[in-house]
């Protein structure tokens, strides 16, 4: 498959590969540039950076229980880098970075899932790669990267099972949900969203009612799944994931 960056066949086509490789290359090299002309760390990577020492040493979060309201997956793998002995300012950045890089791509991916023309599409893809915003998360010590790595995944899985009537990419789509979740609790603002989509797409007769029970079947295994699959990974206990919902509660509430 090949590229017409003017869409109307007059433009110059390059193949499908390249584009990739060269705008995730763009992509880093933008996020990394970045990174080495202002390498700041937030008050909220001051924090993570914290945990990540105390997790290495055995201290988190048995002996700090306030830090249960921070979802898990981003300060585990900081812990894990200062256990290997890695700096872990240096070590975090290049792991956002490396995912910030990933997602002009996904972006594009997901503008031609839902039948946008590739000259649109493309032009999509390049805007992620340079827009302000998604440059300094993807530098920043932040678990915006990761979570929008894995949010986005789930956002195409979702669009190709859609458009290939595959229920098994529901699957792939409640596993990153997961894991988006163990980023930042915002992602479970997808459970809503595909399910309204879903019934949405029901309603409207665009699929059979035992179809719509079938994905969001699949779509909820994948949720268990894959939140089972990462708390085994993060080497976390039930007891851990109840700490974690509690502490998020009191968080938000106030309690």
Request: net charge positive; charged share 15%.
């Amino acid at each position: 498959m090949r590229i017409d960056f003017c869409g109307d066949g007059t433009g110059r086509k390059i193949s499908l590969w390249y584009f990739g490789a060269f705008l995730v290359l763009f992509s880093f090299l933008v996020r990394y540039f970045s990174y080495v002309w202002d390498p700041v760390i937030s008050r909220d990577g001051i924090l993570y950076l914290q945990a990540a020492r105390q997790l290495a040493d055995g201290v988190l979060p048995e002996n700090r229980p306030e830090l249960f309201y921070i979802s898990p997956l981003f300060i585990r793998l900081l812990g894990q880098y200062a256990a290997w002995g890695w700096k872990v300012e240096t070590a975090g950045a290049l792991t956002n970075i490396i995912a910030g890089a990933v997602i002009p791509v996904i972006i594009w991916a997901i503008a031609r899932a839902f039948g946008m023309k590739n000259k649109w599409a493309v032009w999509c893809g390049v805007l992620a790669a340079v827009h302000p915003t998604l440059v300094a998360v993807s530098y920043e010590l932040q678990r915006e990267s990761l979570y929008l790595l894995f949010c986005l995944l789930a956002i195409l899985c979702a669009a190709m099972a859609c458009g290939r009537r595959a229920a098994w990419l529901w699957g792939g789509a409640g596993i990153l949900t997961a894991a988006g979740t163990l980023c930042r609790y915002e992602a479970l603002e997808l459970v809503i969203l595909f399910c309204a989509g879903i019934g949405c797409a029901c309603f409207l007769k665009c699929c059979s009612l035992r179809e719509a029970l079938k994905n969001l079947s699949f779509y909820f295994l994948g949720c268990v799944f894959g939140g089972i699959l990462f708390f085994c990974l993060l080497d976390l206990s039930a007891g851990d994931f109840l700490n974690y919902i509690t502490g998020k509660v009191q968080a938000v509430f106030r309690i």
